[in-house]
Every structure is written in C-alpha cells, then in structure tokens.
C-alpha cells in the first residue's frame, strides 16, 4: 500500500501541469546538495529550469525523476510468456515457408524453459516463394490479446484553454463564431490604436500646452522683476529729484544772498566813487590855490 501512494504521488508529481518552482538554493536544500552542483546539472540538462525576469527557477522534481518513471512505465507491462510467443512465431514462419523449408532446411534454437526475453531464431531465405498473407489475418484473429497494462495510466490534465480550443475545431459554425470573434478583435484592436495614437496627440498638445504655459509664466516672472526694477529706479529718481530740488532751493539762498552782497558792494562802490570825486575837487581846488600862489609870488619877485 504505502509503495502503491508513493508511486501515485510520484505519478502526480511528474504528469501534472502545475507544478511548483524553487530557487536554486531552495531546490539544493531540497535534495541535500550544493546549489554548484545544482548548476551542473542545470547545464548537462538533467533537471527542468525556467526564467522569469532574469531570475532562475528550477522545477520541483527530484533529480531521479526520470529513473522512476522508467521505473513506472516498466512496472505497468507484464511479464509476456516469450517461450509462446517465440512458438508461434516459428509455426507462422514454417507455415509461410513450406516450399522453400524442403530445399533448405531452417535453423532454430531451441528456447529455454526459463522466461527470458531473447529467442533467437534464425531462418534461411527462400528462393521464390511467395508468402500467403492470409494466414497472418487468421493467425491475427486467433491469437489472444494480451492486456500488457495492469493500473491504468494516469490521465493528463487539460487546461481549460484546450478543451475551449478543441471544441471550437468541431463544427463549422463554431469556425465562423471563431472568425467573427477574430474579426471582433482586430476591429477592436485597430480602435485601441486609434485611440491610443490620438491619446498620444492629445499628450503632445498638453505637452506643448503646458510648454507655453512654462514660457508665458516664466514672461510673467521675468515682467513682474523689470517691474520692481522699474519701481526702485523710479524711486531713486525721486530721491534723486528730491535731492535736487533741496541743492536748488540752497542754490536760490545763496543766489540771494549773493545778490544782497553785489548790491551791497554797488552801493560801497558808489559811495567810494563819490569819496574819490570829492577827493579830486578838493585836491584840484587846492592844486588851483597852489598854483596861484605860486604866480602871485612869481609876480611880487
């Protein structure tokens, strides 16, 4: 019994479709090996690996899995009575060969009482006889079946995706349901391309939407900059004007006070002017009283 279930789940474990995937350490650890030698055996192709994004996996079997089920498919044979099958053979033949049997005689090795699968049988070649092949289909007709399979074979598992495959193979409206499904698929194919390809458009145009967008704001920024500069040379001008409007009014002061001071100077020039006019009348009048002095005396002498 118990070799009955392990042989039944080595029989699963080799015929089902899903099965399990290990990494290269898992799988080591598994059967008591090194993941190098995992690899080896990897490469000599002796244990079932798989790849899925760069990644190795290998198939949850054990190393000997093809030695049992050698093993299994030995098992389900029977052992065949070759001693009968081999004195069969021999009378078919002799039959066949009748006429050439009386010219040459054929050599046969006797079989064995033991059960053992060589019977070697040697037969001479005939020189013309034809063979009666009816004979084959009544020997065919008599002879037993021989069932050679005891347990019966494990079934296959079939996806769903076969069966749905398989029957739609049958009948001929099933193939145009197939054709319309196909043609269904291309047309929605094609929609999903138009569409996806206007999508992509429409991203372009976002794109560039949103592109313009960037530019206009970045104009904005750069406006709204040369603005302040604008505002703060603009108040520089004030202050500056500012400035200049005070050194003006100063300037006006002292324009003002020069003015007073010219005037003031005119009316010392004008006063200086008549002092020296005074002074030269009265320096002409004494120059005249010298001078006449001067002739009276001349006179008197």
């Not at 990494?23 to 990897?42: D, F, L, P, R, W």
């Not at 039959?95 to 040459?104: D, E, H």
């Not at 995706?161 to 054709?179: A, C, E, T, W, Y």
């Not at 709204?224 to 004007?241: C, F, H, T, V």
Request: charged share 25%; net charge positive.
């Amino acid at each position: 019994m118990l070799e009955d279930k392990n042989n039944q789940t080595i029989e699963d474990r080799l015929f089902s479709r899903k099965k399990s995937l290990l990494t290269v350490q898992q799988y080591a650890n598994s059967q008591g090996i090194s993941a190098g030698v995992v690899n080896e055996c990897a490469k000599l192709g002796v244990i079932q690996v798989r790849k899925h994004k760069n990644k190795t996996f290998i198939v949850d079997l054990p190393l000997d899995a093809g030695k049992n089920a050698k093993q299994l498919e030995d098992d389900k044979i029977e052992q065949v009575n070759t001693v009968e099958q081999a004195q069969k053979i021999t009378s078919m033949v002799n039959k066949i060969f009748q006429p050439s049997i009386q010219n040459s005689k054929p050599v046969i090795s006797k079989p064995e009482t033991k059960t053992q699968p060589a019977v070697k049988v040697e037969v001479a070649k005939p020189q013309a006889a034809i063979p009666d092949l009816k004979l084959f289909a009544q020997e065919e007709k008599k002879a037993q079946v021989i069932r050679y399979e005891t347990k019966p074979v494990p079934q296959f598992k079939v996806s769903l995706m076969r069966k749905i495959s398989d029957s739609f193979k049958i009948s001929f409206i099933n193939r145009v349901i197939l054709g319309m499904l196909s043609i269904g698929i291309i047309l929605s194919i094609c929609a999903f391309w138009s569409i996806s390809y206007q999508n992509k458009i429409h991203q372009k145009q976002l794109q560039t939407a949103y592109a313009n967008i960037g530019k206009l704001v970045g104009e904005y920024d750069s406006a709204k900059r040369q603005a302040k500069l604008y505002e703060l040379d603009s108040s520089n001008w004030r202050s500056e004007a500012q400035r200049s409007q005070k050194s003006i009014a100063s300037l006006e002061i002292e324009l003002v006070n020069a003015k007073e001071k010219l005037e003031e100077t005119q009316s010392s020039l004008s006063n200086m002017q008549q002092n020296h006019v005074d002074t030269l009348k009265n320096l002409n009048k004494q120059i005249e009283e010298i001078t006449s002095k001067i002739k009276t005396s001349k006179k008197e002498n």
